[in-house]
């Protein structure tokens, strides 16, 4: 499912990138905690806006983060 491989390459990323836990890295970007956990874990549908607030969060292109995702 899409939202599952979104979330897992939000987590990887955010651990790579950063190294910071969910909630230090939500509430560096102004998100709720509770709701970007549902989105790394593939239980959110994220809107867009979502995804270029993360994005952005892990200092990467839109590019850069769907280069490498496999379904």
């Given at each position: 499912?899409?939202?599952?491989?979104?979330?897992?390459?939000?987590k990887e990323l955010r651990i790579q990138n950063t190294g910071l836990s969910q909630e230090k890295f939500a509430n560096e970007i102004s998100m709720?905690?509770?709701?970007f956990a549902g989105v790394e874990?593939?239980?959110?549908?994220?809107?867009?806006l979502n995804l270029e607030k993360i994005i952005?969060?892990?200092n990467i292109s839109f590019a850069e983060f769907f280069k490498t995702m496999e379904d």
């Open positions: 499912m899409i939202t599952e491989t979104i979330g897992k390459r939000i709720d905690r509770t709701y874990n593939g239980k959110r549908n994220i809107s867009i952005n969060g892990l």
